[in-house]
């Protein structure tokens, strides 16, 4: 097991800064999921806890023990890592055995092991075969025994199934995080999937720009996001603007209540809410609002509403959804949370 700590690191390659002062705590056989666009320094992040690449400025330790700065690198072979990349990488002229022999140490009871993981990972009865003969999602565990073999304290997922299609890759990284969290064996996962990273992390760090924008539990990012740009990387979100009045917002959608993380002076803002707050009633209490169009697609319905000069697109259950060309109530569930100096974006 082992207790992360990455202080102040910054990353450059050439004139373009790749990372700009990352700091995260994770605490030994928890997982935490990097959020982020391409190209935001996910991967770069998790090369330098890995010791693919030197750190320049910042510490990484592992239990207090300072594995990379300007001064100390410990080599990738030393540090008790297993990666697994987006591509599994398997040898194709070796069999899922061979594979996993492959990154066993020497002394190691090999055999013993190499079964132990097989069981581990859901491949028995595979052993013998060659990577050729497996499915993608099989292709992807045997990548995932490989790395796990060694009994590595800490488990760096750089988008492993990100060839699979959705539920699948949904399903084997639940599956994959069940895995490692019952080994104890901490875990730092790369997606570009917020649905994947609600799923299986215990903290979230969305990523942006080189920048940790926010870490904190799924529940609290998705809910109580730091600024727009994590709603927005998050998952859907309705921008309206406002006026913040102590602990409540006026907008278009009424006078909403605040969550208390809320740090905004009164006064102009940004109101953010998800579209799943909103609820609707044909009377009743809230805003009037007019059913524009309706598109059946299936389990869920898109409705495009307007409520004076504003227009909301909203993804309903087909069951709940309003009829076209309805006039109706909404009411928002919950609360929100306003923002300053922002441009409204829908």
């Known amino acids: 097991m082992a207790h992360i ?10 004139n373009t800064q790749v990372l700009r002062g ?34 320049e400025q910042g510490r990484i330790a592992f239990d207090e023990r300072t594995i990379a700065s300007p ?6 072979e030393r540090r008790g890592i297993g990666y697994v990349p987006q591509e599994g990488t398997l040898f194709p002229h070796l069999t899922v055995e061979g594979n996993i022999r492959f990154g066993l140490p020497r002394h190691a009871n090999k055999q013993t092991r190499i079964h132990e993981v097989l069981a581990l990972t859901g491949l028995e009865g595979l052993g013998e075969r060659f990577p ?17 073999a060694p009994d590595p304290g800490l488990v760096l997922l750089d988008e492993p199934f990100n060839a699979l299609d959705l539920d699948l890759r949904r399903s084997m990284c639940e599956d994959v995080t069940s895995m490692l969290r019952r080994m104890g ?26 920048l940790i924008m926010q870490c ?9 996001p730091a600024n727009p740009d994590v709603a927005r990387l998050t998952g859907s979100a309705i921008f309206v603007p406002g006026e913040v009045l102590g602990t409540t917002a006026m907008c278009a959608l009424g006078t909403l209540p605040l969550h208390p993380s809320t740090t905004i002076d009164a006064g102009p803002a940004l109101v953010m809410v998800r579209p799943e707050q909103v609820q609707w009633a044909a009377t009743g209490a809230g805003v009037p609002a007019h059913v524009d169009r309706r598109s059946f697609r299936g389990d869920h319905t898109l409705v495009q509403l307007t409520l004076g000069e504003l227009c909301l697109d ?29 441009v409204n974006r829908r």
């Open 314 to 342: 909203l993804r309903m259950a087909s069951l709940s959804a309003p009829p076209p060309d309805a006039d109706i109530r909404l009411q928002i569930q919950g609360e929100c949370m306003a923002y300053a100096n922002e």
């Open 5 to 14: 700590t990455v202080s102040d690191v910054h990353k450059r390659f050439g």
């Open 185 to 210: 064996t901490t875990a730092v996962l790369v997606t570009h999937d917020p649905g994947e990273a609600f799923a299986v992390s215990d903290q979230l760090a969305a990523m942006q720009a080189g």
């Open 22 to 55: 990352i700091h995260l705590d994770l605490p030994q056989g928890s997982v935490l999921a990097l959020l982020g666009p391409s190209g935001c320094g996910k991967t770069t992040l998790l090369r330098l806890i890995a010791g693919f690449d030197p750190l």
């Open 71 to 76: 001064k100390v690198f410990v080599p990738p």
């Open 216 to 224: 904190a539990d799924p529940e609290s990012v998705y809910w109580q």
């Open 132 to 148: 050729h003969e497996l499915s993608g999602g099989q292709q992807q565990r045997v990548a995932l025994a490989r790395a796990l």
